[in-house]
């Protein structure tokens, strides 16, 4: 079955570093979706793309839509405390329209 | 944040015991979700509605009973609770289906 995984699993970075997070789909996608998850919180929506080799940027978050639609990848560039969470992708399920599949997540520590 | 209320937002039960989840929204979404929680799994889908009294099986739906009797309301039930079930229990809401999801603070269930 269609499956969505991301690396790594955990990211250390010390802040102001830059890190990139992976997300691959073993199917193409017609959206790919980030969402972050602080700790103890709930999942928040951050942004989606659509388009093959799409680039989105939120202020030092910069989104990647690969060209063939099943990758997608995460930079922070200057990372700060602020980024500390799970980042976790999602994309629509090919077999079932309506079903959202969530990778695991990528968990961010940021030491000051 | 989406108008999304989970209750109870933290429950103890014991085993085979039923257990029923809340979850209300003042959205008018059409599409509403629960997942699960657990480390190492990310989030998975456990049922999901597009509509009322219109409901669909995820990938744990096994042990799940879903009912949507009103646009506002969708509840989860165990109908008899294992220790496996322990979880957080999210549900989230969507206006278009798979996409741009709201999330719920989320359920903390044990099952002793």
């Known amino acids: 079955g269609q499956q969505v995984m991301q690396i790594p699993q955990y990211q250390h970075v010390q802040e102001g570093e830059d890190f990139t997070t992976y997300c691959n789909s073993s199917?193409?996608?017609?959206?790919i979706q980030w969402y972050k998850q602080r700790p103890g919180g709930h999942p928040v929506f951050l942004i989606q793309?659509?388009?093959?080799?799409e680039v989105k940027k939120q202020k030092r978050l910069t989104f990647q839509f690969g060209e063939a639609k099943k990758n997608s990848s995460l930079h922070i560039t200057a990372t700060q405390t602020t980024d500390v969470g799970t980042y976790f992708c999602a994309g629509p399920r090919a077999d079932s329209w309506g079903k959202l599949q969530f990778g695991a997540g990528t968990q961010v520590v940021v030491t000051p | 944040d989406a108008g999304i209320t989970q209750s109870p937002r933290h429950k103890v039960t014991e085993t085979g015991t039923p257990v029923t989840l809340r979850c209300h929204q003042t959205?008018?979404?059409?599409?509403m979700y629960w997942y699960r929680q657990d480390p190492g799994h990310g989030l998975r889908l456990i049922h999901y509605?597009?509509?009322?009294?219109?409901?669909d099986k995820g990938e744990v739906s096994d042990g799940y009973s879903v009912s949507r009797s009103k646009t506002e309301d969708f509840l989860l039930t165990l109908e008899s609770a294992t220790s496996s079930q322990t979880s957080v229990y999210f549900c989230?809401?969507?206006?278009?289906?798979?996409?741009?999801?709201?999330f719920g603070s989320g359920t903390q269930l044990s099952v002793l």
């Open positions: 989230a809401i969507s206006g278009q289906g798979a996409q741009e999801l709201f």
């Open positions: 793309l659509v388009k093959s080799g």
């Open positions: 509605s597009y509509g009322v009294k219109d409901t």
């Open positions: 199917t193409t996608l017609s959206n």
């Open positions: 959205e008018n979404h059409r599409y």
